[in-house]
């Protein structure tokens, strides 16, 4: 199935790269972990360093160290079972303009 630790997390760092845009095509952040990283459900990865302030029109890709903290196989499948939930909450927030007189 996995090869996910059973009782405790296991946790390892590893190199990355950030990339950070504020442009009018794209408002984003993406990191890019090195090697053969595979990240699955319940897994946390913390970014080192100070953040990254992208002033508008720019693009910014900085090397990075991360700490990656896989999570136990219980707590991968509580949040299997429970993320479809979490997803519907997103779906109940609208972005539309409401009119008001």
Same mark, same amino acid.
């Given at each position: ?6 009782? !405790? ?8 790269? *950030? +990339?950070? %845009?504020?442009?009018?095509? %794209? $408002? ?8 053969? *990283?595979?990240? +699955?459900?319940?897994?946390?990865? $913390? ?5 990254? #302030? ?15 903290? #896989?999570?136990?196989? =219980?707590?991968? *499948? =509580? ?13 109940? !927030? %609208? !972005? %539309? ?5």
């Amino acid at each position: 199935m996995t090869d996910a630790p059973i009782f !405790f997390r296991r946790r390892f760092e590893v190199p990355c790269t *950030v +990339e950070v %845009s504020h442009t009018f095509e %794209s $408002l984003h952040a993406h990191v890019v972990l090195d090697g053969d *990283v595979k990240i +699955e459900p319940g897994d946390e990865v $913390l970014v080192h360093g100070a953040p990254i #302030q992208a002033a508008y029109g720019e693009v910014i890709t900085e090397r990075r160290t991360a700490t990656v903290t #896989q999570a136990t196989i =219980w707590e991968r *499948v =509580w949040t299997r079972m429970t993320g479809d939930l979490e997803f519907m909450e997103l779906c109940e !927030f %609208s !972005f %539309s303009e409401e009119a008001r007189l």
